[in-house]
């Protein structure tokens, strides 16, 4: 990872944008869903998970790129008290977004977006789900750094940040007001390349 990360920052200069499929895979921490201290601290999270990831690329003109992707994450969900760890759930996450990206040099990028957060879980009994799953708006930012490898093909590592409010009907019976803002970060390592004639343009994912 070291020796990827030193050559992308001494990669040649990058040719003007142009539209481009990529693909990213890496690991995504989740802060809490839920927090509670009325009988004991309570604490329900996702545990750290492998996250995949598809994004097509395309010019809005001058240093700009639109992005839409789509990132898919799966792992447990786990409460933590002093009584021990218990496991509520498998968690698949769905993630589709929309982005804009700017190059700030020839091999980095920093981005903006959009996107909605689909949860579905492998089982609703007795959890935090029973009552349905949520679909919440996300806000996010990210920061890519790539190096080009030849036949339109790039490679490169990207770190993302999303927030989204999370809460469900379940949790609003059982009397908890409001939502929780849900931080996640994401490091993955990306592959892309050029669909259009030429070299590759401004970094993504």
């Known amino acids: 990872m070291a020796a990827l990360a030193v050559a992308l920052v001494v990669a040649p200069a990058a040719a003007p944008a142009q539209v481009a499929i990529g693909a ?78 700017r190059s700030v040099r020839p091999w980095i990028g920093v981005e903006a977006r959009v996107g909605a957060i689909v949860y579905a879980p492998s089982r609703r009994t007795a959890n935090l789900f029973q009552d349905g799953a949520p679909v919440d708006a996300t806000l996010g930012a990210g920061v890519q750094v790539e190096r080009r490898l030849g036949s339109g093909f790039a490679a490169g590592l990207s770190l993302q940040y999303d927030a989204t409010r999370f809460t469900t009907k379940t949790l609003q019976a059982q009397g908890f007001v409001g939502a929780t803002v849900v931080h996640r970060v994401a490091l993955s390592a990306t592959i892309r390349r050029a669909v259009t004639h030429g070299k590759t343009g401004a970094p993504a994912r």
Do not use: C, N
């Open 24 to 101: 990213r895979v890496g690991v995504q921490l989740t802060s809490a869903l839920v927090r509670d201290s009325v009988v004991e601290p309570i604490t329900v999270q996702v545990k750290p998970a492998p996250v995949f990831g598809l994004a097509l690329d395309a010019p809005l003109g001058g240093p700009y790129m639109v992005v839409a992707g789509v990132a898919l994450s799966r792992s447990d969900v786990v409460a933590h008290s002093a009584s021990g760890d218990v496991t509520l759930t498998g968690l698949t996450v769905w993630h589709p977004t929309l982005a804009v990206r």
